[in-house]
């Protein structure tokens, strides 16, 4: 058979409200909030819980939910044969679409794996009880329902769908059981009455007084809960639009506030009790025509509706490992389907909050199995095909647009930074993740009337969304900006800093082009094999994005460019090795395309490293022989032509030129490029030059002065 397992320790402490401890959702569930909006005074607990309580009345006449006729399941494990999950020979049938599958059409359609845990693993006590009765174990007055430890020995029998149901859906055996009680008063005498006929908050309400709860307290907060499930569902969202005028709203709307600070009284005689039911049954039995109906309305308003199925849908998810789904799938969704009737769900619906259900599962449990993306996709087709069918709702319609738009949204938000968020270990997430976002939005922009794109929103430039490789570009280039900006920030690289050495800013800017090579390297290597299936040149657009982003950076340094011209042509050279680099990238990338790369190599704006080189050198010189120019102008002005001393018999100004010049030629050779021929001779000749003038400034000055030195 299917996937069977204990039922875990129950907490038979009346003061414990759940089933189970609610699993602690993580900083990501914040990042992706409910589409379907937020409904005040009810959170998830409430709507699982009034979800359990439609489920089981739904499905009240299903094997397995009422009575003592439970169904019991041959396990060939125990008898030394067959696998421990088929039948084997000589096993009863199982009645139609009731029982543990041996395999999951449901999740074999998602390609989602089974679990195939042991047979026994989903077992409980009770030979010839049922425990889901109300007297299935201790005595029949009791209001709670017993669960025995297995003994040695004792026979032990599958869970059936009621009791996996209240499992994952942690539900007390206190709540499940007064559920019943209530569908048993309720249903005395019309046991054929049909599930959306039946006003579930009102007749638990009417049946159920607080001597059945632990404390005042307990039942003070059950009552304002059901009030607040009326309140959504007949005043605040109803299916059947209200008149402002209506008295009943009015009525039942102050019973709803007095709630707030008392406990109403419910009892057969109580003013308010009586005042509460006739509001709350003309309310629910209106249709949209003014005429009969057969079917109230309380629970099938948007999005009250949707968060009741959405918590449902929820319970699929495996207790122990809640990125798993149960093996039991299949039946747990046949029997949802009995709920649709209430909530006013249909299959098209059903199809998008499942995926939204899937979809948010993967983001809740910290993305760590991408089997729940792929299921997401995989039921993406489902609401494709929906989403193009002509009798669509208006709900429906907005349903669609806001769920996939947070789909959009949340995948986008990775994409533009999908360095930051994906890396070798995971790049399968981001090859999931794409066919996702693309499918999304492809619905939205050709099935969604009126669907504003986020730049739109934002007032941005808007990106060409009718192309997914141009989609796909603003992805790369997004990414490839973030992951510059934060190597500057890891470089405390930011407009304001001011560094006091230049050499300092030198080390940086030649660091930083070393790691945006390395950064080039790992957009080759890791995405753009992924990326490239959505764009024929990934790997030149990342390519082309770096040099822009190092070029704009290499810009501002020669803009206050530092005095030492060694560090800057160190720089400039590392920055020509950084740019071939790149090219060369894009060039390999490009060999497949019409232009060869040339449209995208056009982007690149040459660093043209050589001839700002040539340009500084040459500046350098000039600066450098215009200062000899200066040294001559003073010794004219200046010059006393009186001996430094008698150990020294020369003048002072040719010792300050000697040794400037022979400062300058050793700062020449220390230039650590390769010179052209012409530069060199400019510096020599404009060196020779000013020596010639110094030495014929000399010679103007006469053997009067001269003689000084003899």
């Known amino acids: 058979m299917g996937r069977h397992f204990l039922l875990p320790s129950i907490n038979t402490d009346p003061t414990s409200p759940r089933l189970a401890p609610e699993p602690t959702r993580p900083d990501s569930a914040a990042e992706l909030p409910s589409p379907f909006g937020n ?165 638990l309400l009417r049946h159920l007084k607080p001597s059945e709860f632990n404390d005042p307290h307990e039942y003070h907060l059950w009552q304002k809960r059901q009030l607040k499930i009326i309140e959504a569902g007949l005043l605040l969202h109803p299916s059947i639009p209200l008149e402002k005028s209506d008295t009943f709203a009015a009525k039942l709307r102050d019973i709803i506030d007095s709630s707030e600070t008392k406990v109403i009284d419910t009892g057969k005689t109580s003013p308010t009790m009586r005042t509460l039911c006739n509001c709350i049954v003309s309310l629910a039995w209106r249709s ?73 599962q993967y983001v809740l449990t910290r993305q760590v199995e991408p089997d729940l993306l792929g299921a997401s996709f995989a039921m993406l087709t489902e609401v494709a095909s929906d989403a193009k069918k002509v009798d669509r709702d208006p709900i429906y319609l907005k349903m669609l647009g806001c769920c996939l738009s947070a789909i959009k949204k949340w995948c986008e938000k990775r994409l533009l930074d999908y360095h930051g968020n994906f890396n070798r270990g995971n790049i399968g997430i981001m090859e999931n993740m794409l066919p996702l976002l693309f499918s999304a939005t492809k619905i939205l922009e050709e099935d969604v009337p009126c669907y504003v794109t986020s730049s739109q929103e934002k007032g941005e430039a808007v990106v060409d969304e009718h192309s997914t490789g141009n989609r ?127 449209t995208i190599v056009r982007e690149m704006v040459p660093y043209e490293v050589e001839s700002f080189i040539a340009r500084l050198l040459k500046q350098w010189i000039q600066e450098r022989l215009q200062k000899g120019k200066e040294y001559l102008l003073r010794a004219k002005q200046t010059e006393t032509w009186n001996p430094k001393s008698k150990t020294e018999p020369y003048a002072h100004s040719a010792s300050e030129l000697v040794s400037f010049v022979k400062e300058v030629v050793d700062s020449f050779f220390e230039i650590p490029v390769t010179l052209s021929e012409s530069l060199f001779y400019d510096f020599v000749n404009g060196l020779e030059n000013v020596f010639r003038d110094y030495i014929a400034f000399v010679a103007s000055c006469g053997k009067k002065k001269v003689s000084h030195f003899l």
């Not at 940086?508 to 290597?525: F, N, P, Y």
């Not at 390519?543 to 800057?568: D, P, R």
């Open 288 to 360: 949209p025509d003014g005429g009969t109906t057969d079917i109230c309305h309380w629970a099938d308003g948007y999005p009250l509706n949707v968060h009741i199925y959405t918590a449902l849908l929820s319970s699929v998810f495996d207790l122990k490992d809640e990125t798993l789904v149960l093996d039991e799938i299949d039946e747990l969704i046949e029997l949802m389907k009995k709920t649709w009737s209430m909530l006013g769900i249909n299959r098209s619906m059903h199809n998008l909050c499942f995926t939204w259900v899937l979809f948010e």
């Open 472 to 598: 796909v570009d603003h992805y790369i280039r997004s990414s490839l900006r973030n992951a510059f900006a934060k190597m500057l920030e890891d470089q405390n690289v930011n407009g304001t800093t001011k560094y006091t050495e230049a050499q300092e800013v030198s080390e940086v800017l030649i660091k930083l082009a070393r790691k945006t090579e390395e950064l080039g390297i790992k957009e080759k290597d890791i995405f753009s094999p992924v990326l490239k299936k959505w764009h024929p040149i990934a790997a030149g657009v990342a390519a082309v994005t770096l040099h822009t982003c190092y070029g704009t950076l290499l810009k501002q340094y020669l803009t206050g460019k530092s005095s030492i011209l060694n560090e800057t042509v160190l720089v400039l050279q590392r920055a020509g090795k950084l740019e071939k680099a790149l090219v060369q990238l894009v060039v390999e990338d490009s060999v497949e395309c019409e232009d060869g790369g040339k």
């Open 39 to 203: 409904l005040d005074g009810l959170d998830l607990d409430d709507f699982r819980e009034a979800a359990y309580e439609i489920f089981f009345t739904a499905c009240r006449s299903s094997p397995g939910f009422g009575g003592r006729s439970v169904l019991t399941y041959h396990n060939p494990s125990d008898s030394g044969g067959g696998d421990g999950y088929g039948s084997a020979p000589g096993s009863p049938v199982k009645p139609p679409g009731v029982g543990m599958a041996v395999t999951s059409r449901v999740k074999m359609a998602l390609g989602l794996k089974m679990l195939r845990r042991s047979p026994s693993s989903r077992r409980t006590s009770s030979c010839g009880s049922n425990p889901s009765s109300p007297s299935g174990s201790g005595s029949g007055s009791s209001p709670r329902v017993g669960f025995t430890v297995p003994h040695a020995g004792r026979m032990r029998r599958p869970l059936t769908s009621a009791e996996i149901m209240r499992q994952q859906m942690r539900v007390t055996e206190q709540s499940d059981n007064r559920l019943r009680k209530t569908l048993m008063r309720t249903l005395v005498g019309q046991m054929g009455r049909r599930a959306e006929t039946i006003i579930l908050p009102l007749e």
